[in-house]
């Protein structure tokens, strides 16, 4: 499967805990965003990286959140000290180039009890 | 005012209707335009692009006025499986997605 591939696709915590997230992009793509997802709602942009440099972060993304992609490929998004509004759906996607479409892996579901 | 907006829904169709889908963004400097598909608890998938001077793809139309920052999405003879949440995306440096329209289609 060459596809957007997310870890975990569910994950279940406790508020005040650290959660991390795996995205592993299409291969050749330089672009990587992370969204995140509640009901009803249309996915809300987080961040980018173009290769290792991340170039945006929303004002979503308070200083709980940390994302990295060291090497240009894989990114984790790290949840510090979560809330329950934490929870959500976060959808990572890759892109070729800055206009191209975004291809979305199946998401990790978070849920903070 | 939000980056992207849509009609709020939902569309409740029986099969073979037309339906039309509405989207305005707010930053004149948007340079590209899309319509996703999400089905429900899936991840979302591109529907179409849209083009300048409009684009088509068997039943399904897509229209771009950039002076009055509007996209459209038009879907002819509707089918069971057109059921869906429809996206409307304005890509500035990263996507704007908005709310999304939830549509159904009925035997």
């Known amino acids: 499967d060459t596809g957007v591939s997310q870890n975990p696709r569910h994950k279940i915590t406790k508020r005040g805990q650290n959660v991390t997230f795996r995205c592993d992009p299409i291969?050749?793509?330089?672009?990587l965003y992370w969204y995140r997802q509640t009901l009803g709602q249309g996915p809300e942009f987080l961040t980018y990286?173009?290769?290792?440099?991340?170039?945006?972060k929303s004002r979503l993304l308070s200083d709980r959140f940390s994302a990295e992609r060291p090497k240009g490929s894989f990114s984790t998004l790290e949840i510090q000290r979560t809330e329950q509004g934490d929870s959500a759906m976060y959808l990572c996607?890759?892109?070729?180039?800055?206009?191209?479409?975004?291809?979305f892996g199946a998401g990790t579901r978070l849920s903070v009890l | 005012r939000k980056e992207v907006e849509q009609d709020p829904g939902p569309f409740n169709v029986p099969e073979g209707a037309t339906v039309a889908f509405n989207c305005t963004y707010s930053?004149?400097?948007?340079?590209?335009f899309f319509w996703y598909r999400q089905d429900c608890r899936k991840e979302p998938k591109l529907l179409m692009s849209?083009?300048?001077s409009g684009n088509e793809d068997g039943r399904f139309t897509a229209q771009l006025n950039r002076a009055s920052q509007y996209i459209s999405l038009l879907i002819r003879d509707s089918k069971l499986s057109d059921s869906a949440t429809y996206l409307c995306v304005v890509n500035e440096r990263g996507m704007r997605f908005g709310a999304g329209t939830r549509l159904t289609v009925k035997p």
């Open positions: 849209v083009y300048s």
């Open positions: 291969s050749e793509h330089n672009r």
């Open positions: 990286f173009q290769n290792e440099a991340q170039l945006e």
């Open positions: 996607a890759s892109s070729l180039g800055g206009g191209d479409r975004q291809y």
């Open positions: 930053n004149s400097a948007s340079q590209s």
